[in-house]
């Protein structure tokens, strides 16, 4: 988590207002904003936890609950591949954000990158009752993705170096990206 929370750190507009979907306990957000005080999080979520670390409500999964151009950013850790299509989600981001989409997900393209992201996944988030669908998408599918909701990547790294050796040999090899995202 500290790992990825300073690789999305710099990815935000100074003290922009974020709206982190599918933020669960706000665990990821809080550890953003020790990076940049600046910074305020909420987040929305399908599950509700007992305890966050961030002001977090419910919403339906597809509809984001708030008025378009409301925060300046909408950040995504590891949701959108949880949902039958990432595209109603990042369409519902350009609406509300004014000046950015953060992303972090996953890439399926390389041997066996199917079989290894469905084992993390399932690993993560099946005792957590998260929804798995493994809808993950190849690089092309992203990007052909991001054109067609008018969206530009003026960011993108995909070598993150999350796992430490000897696990980083399987579990980071191309897996994940990481994305800043602005309207054309």
Same mark, same amino acid.
């Given at each position: 988590?500290? &790992?990825?929370?300073?690789?999305?750190?710099? !990815?935000?507009?100074?003290? %922009? @207002? +974020?709206?982190? #979907?599918?933020?669960? /306990?706000?665990?990821?957000?809080?550890?953003?904003?020790?990076?940049?005080?600046?910074?305020?999080?909420?987040?929305?979520?399908?599950?509700?936890?007992?305890?966050?670390?961030?002001? &977090?409500?419910?919403?339906?999964?597809?509809? !984001?609950?708030?008025?378009? %151009? @409301? +925060?300046?950013? #909408?950040?995504?850790? /590891?949701?959108?591949?949880?949902?039958?299509?990432?595209?109603?989600?990042?369409?519902?981001?350009?609406?509300?954000?004014?000046?950015?989409?953060?992303?972090?997900?996953?890439?399926?393209?390389?041997?066996?990158?199917?079989?290894? !992201?469905?084992?993390?996944?399932?690993?993560?988030?099946?005792?957590?009752?998260?929804?798995?669908?493994?809808?993950?998408?190849?690089?092309?599918?992203?990007?052909?993705?991001?054109?067609?909701?008018?969206?530009?990547?003026?960011?993108?790294?995909?070598?993150?170096?999350?796992?430490?050796?000897?696990?980083?040999?399987?579990?980071?090899?191309?897996?994940?990206?990481?994305?800043?995202?602005?309207?054309?």
């Amino acid at each position: 988590m500290r &790992v990825l929370a300073a690789q999305l750190a710099p !990815l935000f507009p100074a003290s %922009a @207002s +974020v709206l982190d #979907v599918g933020c669960g /306990d706000g665990s990821i957000a809080r550890a953003i904003m020790e990076h940049r005080g600046d910074l305020t999080l909420g987040g929305v979520d399908v599950l509700l936890r007992p305890h966050t670390h961030i002001p &977090v409500e419910r919403f339906d999964g597809s509809r !984001l609950p708030r008025p378009d %151009a @409301s +925060v300046d950013a #909408v950040l995504f850790v /590891d949701v959108l591949h949880h949902t039958d299509d990432p595209a109603i989600l990042l369409a519902e981001a350009r609406r509300v954000a004014r000046r950015c989409i953060v992303i972090k997900d996953h890439l399926r393209d390389g041997l066996l990158a199917g079989p290894t !992201l469905r084992f993390m996944d399932w690993v993560g988030n099946a005792p957590h009752g998260v929804a798995l669908p493994y809808n993950y998408w190849p690089e092309t599918r992203w990007r052909d993705t991001f054109v067609k909701l008018g969206l530009t990547p003026a960011a993108w790294h995909a070598r993150l170096g999350l796992y430490p050796f000897p696990a980083s040999l399987a579990f980071d090899r191309g897996l994940h990206f990481v994305a800043r995202l602005e309207k054309i």
